[in-house]
């Protein structure tokens, strides 16, 4: 018998407990190895149908879901914003009213205002999931990346982790923030005054990228996201590079075996050197790609197990 899951939606990490987490990142195990098959097919979303509300630019979550949707034989529906009548100025809410009449069985939400999938679970007869939400969270990525840590250092408890670069803006951070406390590891937020957030939540603050990245198990880069800035970050990207760039030299401050990771898309020589982002022995960003079809196809599995009962 398989362990409820006591939650109808995904829309951030402050309702789930440890065992919650843990329980997803159990259920995205066997998802890694059977994405490694040649035949990628399993039936049990069979009749299902999952739309994907993109109101914003994606790679990785986007694709990932709808191939983890596929994979699981559900019938996938994008939703293009730039083709639809938002265009003509349809509001969030009667998008979702006028999307949610044609019944879908789980909707996945990205959008650049942080709380838009909030918005949409309050009108949905199905389960909702945030894909990322404005500066505020982005659940399954700090899903797949509490995976990829287990599953690279072989726990979590205890783990050091330096969060580096723009934690302001950063929807990555705000879940992983939040997240990986509950699982025993230290986090630490590493950048520009400028782009630390005005409440920490606790964790340690660094301006210097050398001390926050000291003896750390997990480097976590995140991306510089200029579309995002109000205020600028002063000098240019090279100087940023200089200050707050990850490079081999710098790592080398880092515990010996640290794990150098970044959710993507990357800015190669700005927030990390591209070398080392390619370097498969410290680097697990392409692991982190792996893992997120799997924890993704977990989610759509447990939050649609109700419906399929
Ligand atoms: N990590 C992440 O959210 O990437 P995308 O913006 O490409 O989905």
Not at 268 to 283: K, T, Y
Request: glycine share 10%; with cysteine.
């Amino acid at each position: 018998m398989p362990r409820p899951f006591p939650h109808r939606h995904l829309l951030g990490i402050d309702p789930l407990s440890a065992e919650d987490i843990l329980f997803l990142l159990d259920e995205a195990e066997p998802w890694i190895d059977f994405g490694r098959q040649a035949r990628k097919e399993d039936r049990r979303l069979a009749g299902l149908t999952q739309f994907n509300l993109f109101f914003e630019n994606s790679t990785r979550t986007l694709f990932s879901f709808e191939v983890a949707g596929k994979r699981l034989g559900a019938q996938v529906a994008n939703f293009h914003p730039g083709g639809s009548s938002v265009r003509k100025g349809e509001s969030l809410i009667d998008t979702a009213l006028t999307l949610n009449a044609m019944r879908p069985d789980v909707m996945v939400v990205r959008h650049n205002e942080s709380g838009a999938p909030q918005q949409v679970a309050e009108v949905a007869g199905c389960p909702v999931v945030n894909g990322g939400d404005g500066t505020n969270e982005h659940p399954t990525q700090a899903l797949l990346d509490a995976l990829t840590m287990r599953r690279r250092k072989g726990r979590i408890e205890g783990l050091t982790v330096a969060i580096c670069g723009d934690i302001r803006h950063s929807r990555v951070a705000g879940s992983n923030r939040k997240l990986l406390p509950k699982l025993g590891a230290e986090v630490r937020l590493v950048g520009p005054p400028a782009l630390l957030p005005d409440d920490a939540g606790g964790a340690a603050t660094f301006t210097d990228l050398d001390e926050g990245i000291k003896d750390a198990d997990v480097v976590m880069m995140l991306r510089i996201q200029r579309e995002r800035m109000e205020e600028s970050v002063s000098g240019t990207l090279a100087d940023f590079h200089a200050r707050y760039g990850l490079t081999y030299a710098r790592l080398d401050r880092a515990a010996p075996d640290a794990l150098v990771m970044h959710p993507g898309p990357m800015n190669r020589g700005v927030e990390i050197e591209g070398a080392l982002a390619d370097d498969p022995d410290r680097s697990a960003i392409l692991d982190q790609v792996e893992n997120g079809v799997a924890v993704r196809m977990a989610v759509l599995d447990v939050l649609t197990r109700a419906r399929r009962e």
